[in-house]
């Protein structure tokens, strides 16, 4: 999947300019802001200042002005007449619907996934499980979260079902703007985690119904969990 390889990258240190290829220079830097938005780096609310952007990025305004075009399009970005462009802040309305929509998509996934899948699969769940254990004990937020992606990611390819895997995909880039700021606070990984074996365990087992609702409720947890860690000092309190 595409976007889950592009939302692992590291995005660039601030001293450091990318190789820019010689053509789709736009493009590519459109790349690297979306990676600098989705690592959190690039905050929600926070304005883009393209004379910084096209020295960090090695290269002149114009092309960090079309890939910021690029962005508005995306709806990653927002522009605010006689402001500037931002990056969009997400309210808790907007946020709910997006973790309602997940929900069904998912389980809709995990359901179709018990047709699919090999001991192939079973091996790549295992070893996803077993390093989110290990970053659960190290405390690793971040490699949680990037196995964590990969871990849905290859149940939406057990789906089999392209369109429900671009319809996820749609909703995980909207929900990447708030969802790695909140989701590895204490406590929570262990959790998810319980609930990714539960959730394999329904997968192995050829249960479609338990693994279509434990997914759903996984997702639906997930959710509660970010809203407990929502505090006043956050973007999204108030919104």
Known sequence: MAFFNAAFSNPLPMNAAPEKP?????VFVAEQLKQLIYSGELKPGERLNEAALALRMGTSRGPVREAIRMLTGLGLVTAVLNRGVFVR????????????????????????????????????????????????????????YELNLKFHALILLLANNQRAQAAYDDIIKEMH???????NAPGNMRQS??????LYEAIVK????????????????????????????SPLAGL
Request: charged residues 30%; aromatic residues 8%; glycine residues 4%.
């Open 177 to 183: 703007l708030f969802r790695r700021e909140y989701f």
């Open 89 to 144: 802040q997400m309210s808790v309305r907007e946020m709910l619907e997006l973790y309602d929509l997940r929900a069904l998509v998912f389980g809709f996934a995990a359901e179709r996934a018990t047709d699919h899948l090999t001991e192939s699969h079973k091996a790549q769940f295992e070893a996803l499980l077993d390093a989110m254990d290990r970053a659960c004990e190290t405390e690793n937020a971040n490699q949680y």
């Open 22 to 26: 010689e053509q789709g220079l736009p």
């Open 193 to 198: 985690n319980a609930e990714h074996r539960t």
């Open 206 to 233: 050829g249960s479609k119904a338990k693994a279509k609702s434990t997914a759903e409720r996984h997702v639906l947890k997930g959710r509660e969990r970010l809203l407990s860690n929502i505090d006043s000092s």
